[in-house]
């Protein structure tokens, strides 16, 4: 019995050809697609047309609680429920908060930047399809690869890799989920 199938996976030898195929695929109407490289590649985002992740928003609001719940619990001790007079102070020193302040809003923005990778990449994801494909172990070394996932509205198992063989691709494998 046969596995089902999670797509079909083409390998390039370099990245100007990835990157190419890419924006082929895209004009094709592939839209569950995804690229694996060695190397960081810039315009790979774009040709993927990968939305901008919300993550610095929800980082900057982790933040930004933290700084507020920080300054607002020292601004508490020391002018509400714990005041005291030290050589004629004012109640309210702001200065002197200005430390634990900004303790409390990178602990809130590392911890917010921290549990948000976990949920937007779907960690933890020990196994993934893409492992199974043969020499998908060069992607890390020196291959570029690009899957077309089945669940592509787009996807026809023939028209799919007759189009991925028009990109001349050193190989097109099929990929078991």
């Known amino acids: 019995m046969s596995k089902?199938?999670?797509?079909?996976?083409?390998?390039?030898?370099?990245?100007?050809?990835l990157v190419h195929?890419?924006?082929?695929?895209?004009?094709?109407g592939y839209r569950k697609m995804d690229a694996y490289s060695p190397l960081p590649i810039e315009e790979l985002h774009h040709a993927l047309h990968i939305p901008d992740s919300p993550l610095p928003k929800f980082v900057f609001v982790?933040?930004?609680c933290g700084m507020m719940g920080g300054f607002g619990l020292l601004y508490w001790i020391a002018n509400i429920e714990y005041p005291m007079n030290v050589g004629g102070r004012p109640w309210y020193s702001w200065p002197q908060f200005i430390p634990i302040t900004f303790e409390t809003t990178v602990l809130a923005a590392g911890l917010?930047?921290?549990?948000?990778?976990?949920?937007?990449?779907g960690f933890p994801q020990p196994?993934?399809?893409v492992f199974n494909a043969p020499r998908f172990s060069q992607a890390t070394r020196?291959?570029?690869?690009?899957c077309i996932e089945a669940e592509?509205?787009?996807?026809?198992?023939?028209r799919t890799r007759q189009f991925l063989s028009t990109l001349h691709p050193a190989d097109?494998?099929?990929?078991?989920?």
Do not use: K
């Not at 097109?172 to 989920?177: G, I, N, R």
């Open 172 to 177: 097109v494998a099929e990929v078991e989920a």
């Open 142 to 146: 020196d291959r570029f690869f690009l």
């Open 112 to 121: 917010t930047t921290l549990i948000s990778l976990v949920l937007l990449c």
């Open 62 to 64: 982790g933040g930004l």
């Open 4 to 17: 089902p199938l999670y797509g079909l996976m083409a390998e390039f030898e370099n990245e100007h050809q």
């Open 21 to 28: 195929a890419c924006e082929r695929a895209y004009e094709e």
């Open 127 to 129: 196994y993934h399809p």
């Open 152 to 158: 592509d509205p787009n996807f026809d198992m023939q």
